[in-house]
């Protein structure tokens, strides 16, 4: 079965977004979209050079016809984070480039499963579910599906073990107000506290409930990597294209992407990020985690930050 996805912006973000769909055989046919006509033609080129190497796909330039008969349409397009600044104060311009694509690509792939990249990726997933007419379980974030990636590879290396057994997740905005449910993490299927204790080895590991160290990690490793080198796009590409992956195979996977909330954990009318189940249909179910008093607390912190700014934006 051929499979289309549609990516709207051709920054950095959405050319490895494009780039890396291809590698990794997500899809037989790519449209890169830009208001800038000629750099989504010379990413699309670039990137199609490339295809005798990889699974047979077609990558091409596009408009916003071009996406009918889309499964996924992937939004990156906005102005990116300048070193300093944080994503919540990219929030009104990126909003209003958001409501001028959002009837354009709506019109002509009312069916896809969209998947917003773009920062502040909470607030504009939160504004395309509030004017596109979509279901909302066919709109998702991002979200903190990279911080989570962020999360699983640092406790990986401190307890030198492979991060696929590290389940531990990121939950909050997309941004300084996230949090890690401590009570929730696993190594191997131990506590997170007693997996140290349990193996024989445990001089290797380097953890002594650094919760508090851990969490600044991954929240600044954003602004880390865009002081570092201007942008951020390699790791949240491969993050966009595990989302497309999870959504395509149709299995259930449990992803912190951020989702319209009604009532979990306290919080109404907010997009952030908590476990949920994504498949062919998007999001499938939202997965309540039995959270202690003190993160039900953050979790509606990070709620209530979200919906100041909301409640400052002119949608």
């Known amino acids: 079965m051929s499979t289309k996805i549609t990516v709207i912006g051709a920054g950095s973000v959405g050319a490895a977004i ?8 997500i899809a037989s046919e790519v449209v890169l ?23 047979p796909a ?24 300048k070193p300093g600044q944080t994503r919540l104060e990219l929030a009104q311009t990126n909003v209003n480039i958001l409501k001028d694509i959002t009837p354009k690509i709506v019109k002509y792939a ?10 502040p990726v909470d607030i504009l997933t939160y504004v395309f579910t509030k004017i596109s007419g979509i279901p909302e379980n066919r709109i998702l974030g991002s979200g903190t599906v990279l ?19 590290v389940h531990a997740h990121v939950y909050g905005e997309h941004g300084d107000s ?6 929730l993490a696993t190594i191997a299927n131990n506590k997170i506290d007693d997996y140290k204790a349990n193996v024989a080895d445990s001089d290797r590991i380097r953890w002594n409930r650094d919760y508090q160290e851990v969490e600044e990690f991954v929240k600044t490793s954003g602004a880390q990597v865009i002081k570092c080198k201007g942008a951020t796009f390699y790791a949240v590409a491969i993050s966009v294209c ?39 249909d998007g999001v499938h179910t939202k997965i309540i985690s039995p959270l202690t008093e003190e993160e039900n607390k953050k979790m509606q912190t990070s709620a209530q930050k979200l919906r100041e700014i909301i409640d400052g934006l002119e949608i």
């Open 18 to 25: 494009t780039n890396d769909i291809m590698v990794q055989g």
């Open 33 to 55: 979209i830009d208001i800038n006509k000629e750099k989504a033609l010379g990413e699309a080129l670039d990137i199609y050079q490339g295809a005798p190497f990889c699974s």
């Open 58 to 81: 077609v990558i091409r330039a596009g408009d916003y016809q071009d996406a009918a008969g889309s499964q996924i349409v992937i939004i990156t397009s906005g102005v990116p984070r």
């Open 110 to 119: 009312p069916d896809a499963i969209y998947i917003l990249v773009s920062n």
């Open 147 to 165: 911080d989570t990636s962020r999360l699983q590879s640092e406790l990986a290396r401190r307890f030198c073990i492979s991060p696929k057994n």
């Open 178 to 183: 996230s949090f890690v449910p401590w009570s």
């Open 242 to 280: 595990h989302i497309c992956k999870c959504i395509l195979n149709g299995s259930g996977t449990a992803l912190t992407v951020s989702t319209m909330m009604h009532g979990e954990y306290g919080v109404e009318d907010v997009c952030l990020s908590t476990l949920a189940l994504v498949g062919s």
